[in-house]
């Protein structure tokens, strides 16, 4: 019982380090909430002109579509993981690393706990942009009253923070393989931005490609929990779409691990 009350104080620590931490950079959050609004204003021009004369798109009506776009952006500060992968290749190039080969900190637990505290920072200031944009897109919005839907969303949100993190994460340790990895990140970034549902609903994508699309990782970064608040998923898809989310959480926690273990054979054999 002691070792486990240690274990989380440690790790509480580091969380409050990493809400500490990221308070120094409020105002990088609160730049890209700025340009979040301009770019979600865009959005909600190009969805007005395209439901121009029809009720609706793919099956859905307009509000519904608006109010995807709205959680979409307010999902973004709650889960994304927005440069994780360069500081993990950071510390991996500078040597901040060997600490953690030496003392009893996880690493993997270590960034997840300062992802999160960042995510807590950014899931608060989050609240401007919706206050600026809320008097003129309320009349949009329209959230589901089914509790199974809200009961849903707590594991869904949780499960692609992780997700979203961890491959921030895998990406970050090609580092020990590779000088730089920005041309990786880039490449998974443009993967991400289309198959997560960030640019459309992937609901508008042929019958057949949706339904490969939802046996992606990708999908369940952003396109699963905001498709399953904003009602666009019924419940035999939801439950369904929780257990590959589940599948594909421990799958790619279990490949960090691997890819940490390979890295780290690497740099020590390099290293001495």
């Given at each position: 019982?002691?070792?486990?009350?240690l274990?989380?104080n440690?790790?509480?620590?580091?969380?409050?380090?990493g809400?500490?931490?990221?308070?120094?950079?409020r105002w990088n959050?609160?730049?890209?909430?700025?340009?979040?609004?301009?770019?979600?204003?865009?959005?909600?021009?190009?969805?007005?002109?395209?439901?121009?004369?029809?009720?609706?798109?793919?099956?859905f009506?307009?509000?519904?579509?608006?109010?995807?776009?709205?959680?979409?952006?307010v999902?973004?500060?709650?889960?994304?993981?927005?440069?994780?992968?360069?500081?993990?290749?950071?510390?991996?190039?500078?040597?901040?690393?060997?600490q953690?080969?030496?003392?009893?900190?996880?690493y993997?637990?270590?960034?997840?706990?300062?992802?999160?505290?960042?995510?807590?920072?950014?899931?608060?200031?989050?609240?401007?942009?919706?206050?600026?944009?809320?008097?003129?897109?309320?009349?949009?919005?329209?959230?589901?009253?089914?509790?199974?839907?809200?009961?849903?969303?707590?594991?869904?949100?949780?499960?692609?923070?992780?997700?979203?993190?961890?491959?921030?994460?895998?990406?970050?340790?090609?580092a020990?393989?590779?000088?730089?990895?920005?041309?990786?990140?880039?490449?998974?970034?443009?993967?991400?931005?289309?198959?997560?549902?960030?640019?459309?609903?992937?609901?508008?994508?042929?019958?057949?490609?949706?339904r490969?699309?939802?046996?992606l990782?990708?999908?369940?970064?952003?396109?699963?929990?905001v498709?399953?608040?904003?009602?666009?998923?019924?419940?035999?898809?939801?439950?369904?779409?929780?257990?590959?989310?589940?599948?594909?959480?421990?799958?790619?926690?279990?490949?960090?691990?691997?890819?940490?273990?390979?890295g780290?054979r690497?740099?020590?054999?390099?290293?001495?």
């Amino acid at each position: 019982m002691t070792g486990l009350r240690l274990l989380i104080n440690k790790y509480r620590h580091v969380f409050g380090m990493g809400v500490q931490g990221a308070l120094v950079y409020r105002w990088n959050f609160l730049i890209r909430a700025v340009f979040s609004v301009l770019q979600l204003i865009v959005v909600l021009i190009l969805w007005l002109a395209a439901y121009r004369g029809k009720e609706t798109i793919g099956g859905f009506p307009l509000d519904q579509t608006i109010t995807y776009f709205l959680l979409a952006l307010v999902a973004n500060y709650l889960i994304a993981a927005f440069n994780e992968d360069f500081q993990v290749s950071e510390e991996i190039r500078n040597g901040l690393i060997n600490q953690f080969i030496t003392k009893p900190i996880d690493y993997f637990v270590y960034r997840l706990m300062l992802f999160f505290a960042g995510r807590l920072v950014s899931g608060l200031l989050v609240l401007i942009p919706i206050a600026i944009l809320l008097p003129f897109t309320y009349h949009y919005l329209t959230l589901p009253d089914e509790a199974w839907r809200w009961a849903a969303a707590v594991p869904a949100l949780f499960m692609s923070a992780v997700i979203q993190f961890t491959i921030a994460f895998c990406f970050g340790l090609l580092a020990f393989w590779f000088l730089d990895i920005a041309g990786w990140v880039i490449l998974s970034m443009a993967i991400e931005s289309l198959l997560s549902g960030q640019i459309f609903p992937l609901d508008l994508l042929p019958d057949s490609l949706f339904r490969i699309s939802m046996y992606l990782p990708f999908t369940y970064q952003m396109y699963f929990p905001v498709a399953l608040i904003s009602g666009r998923l019924d419940q035999p898809q939801v439950m369904e779409g929780l257990v590959i989310q589940v599948f594909w959480t421990i799958s790619l926690i279990l490949a960090a691990r691997a890819l940490w273990i390979r890295g780290l054979r690497k740099h020590t054999a390099v290293g001495g």
